[in-house]
């Protein structure tokens, strides 16, 4: 119903920045975040946004990440500032099927983009 395509992925040194965008192919009234797996381990959520613009994070990247979505609520980005080695994952944005309160665990998101890679090099 609804087609997601992340970008902005790539790789960087340690300590840097990158900014990912979701597109949304409509609008949604329902929250979106991000997401990130890494190898061998399970999809973790990152950050969700309500469309009224209350966010949520997770402990691991709270203070160095932020999100945030563009007037028509279509695009989602995610902001990483100081990057670490262990943030190197395939980051996937999703839909979810809240609108209120916004859950940060997968299983309440059920739209999910192909992912953009992010590598964070020491």
């Known amino acids: 119903q609804v087609q997601l395509v992340e970008s902005g992925g790539g790789s960087v040194q340690a300590g840097g920045s990158l900014r990912l965008s979701c597109e949304a192919s409509?609008?949604?009234?329902?929250?979106m975040g991000w997401f990130r797996q890494a190898t061998g381990k399970e999809r973790e959520g990152i950050a969700v946004i309500s469309r009224v613009g209350m966010t949520r994070y997770a402990d691991s990247v709270k203070g160095r990440f932020a999100i945030s979505q563009d007037n028509a609520k279509t695009t989602v980005y995610l902001h990483m500032n100081s990057l670490k080695p262990e943030d190197t994952a395939m980051y996937y944005c999703?839909?979810?099927?809240?609108?209120?309160?916004?859950?940060?665990?997968?299983?309440?998101?059920?739209?999910w983009g192909q992912g953009t890679q992010v590598t964070v090099s020491s």
């Open positions: 409509k609008y949604t009234k329902y929250c």
């Open positions: 999703a839909v979810g099927s809240n609108s209120d309160y916004c859950e940060i665990s997968p299983s309440y998101f059920h739209f």
